[in-house]
């Protein structure tokens, strides 16, 4: 089982545009699911907008305010999705700006050493669905997957791509947080959309 681990530079993180799901788009349309990707398009410009939660301003500032870094990196390797690296930000300045994110309910997570309380230890469940599912080149559509944990560790799997969805937008910008930090090319995206929304004829996806 390989792990997700890479290094990203602080010239890479400035560029991250939040709610950017552009490369999935595009991934979409490649895989000839056009009409689906059109949809998404103009479902997350209405639900991620400025004005979709009363919090979003508040969280969209907190992201603006994690810090940049010239070098780190991205880890599955353990129980705890991790962005390893120093930090230039004060612990207590960065304790403060993940609180904006609070409640975390999947996890758990680790932000330049800080540990990130998670009401879950998904990393358990995590353990059991790892030894029963062969991730290892499979394109995965994760429903219900809260803030992206298992999506994470699934890419760590060998999963060649996960979609997540999940329409409560807290998750999503927990989500947001630590993609922040993540290798490219992007193959993890979470969707502020439910079930009920997905098309019937879905054919996109190796595991569901």
């Known amino acids: 089982m390989r792990a997700v681990a890479a ?11 939040l709610w950017d799901r552009e490369p999935l788009y595009a991934e979409l349309i490649a895989r000839g699911n056009t009409a689906w990707s059109d949809q998404l398009r103009q479902c997350c410009q209405l639900r991620l907008s400025a004005d979709a939660h009363g919090k979003m301003p508040e969280w969209t500032a907190a992201w603006h305010a994690l810090p940049l870094t010239d070098d780190c990196r991205f880890s599955t390797a353990g129980p705890a999705v991790q962005v390893i690296g120093s930090e230039t930000t004060e612990r207590a300045t960065l304790r403060d700006t993940l609180m904006k994110f609070h409640p975390w309910r999947k996890g758990p997570f680790e932000l330049f050493g800080l540990w990130i309380d998670s009401e879950w230890r998904s990393d ?35 999963a060649e791509w996960v979609v997540g969805c999940d329409p409560f937008l807290l998750y999503v910008m927990q989500f947001e947080v630590f993609r922040r930090y993540a290798p490219l090319p992007e193959r993890h995206f979470v969707l502020p959309v439910s079930d009920g929304e997905l098309p019937r004829d879905l054919q996109a996806f190796d595991i569901t």
Do not use: E, Q
């Open 7 to 17: 290094t990203a530079t602080g010239t890479k993180l400035a560029n991250v545009k």
């Open 124 to 158: 358990i469940k995590w353990n059991r669905l790892a030894a029963a599912v062969d991730f290892r080149g499979k394109s995965v559509l994760d429903v219900g997957c809260g803030n992206g944990y298992y999506g994470w560790r699934m890419l760590g799997a060998g």
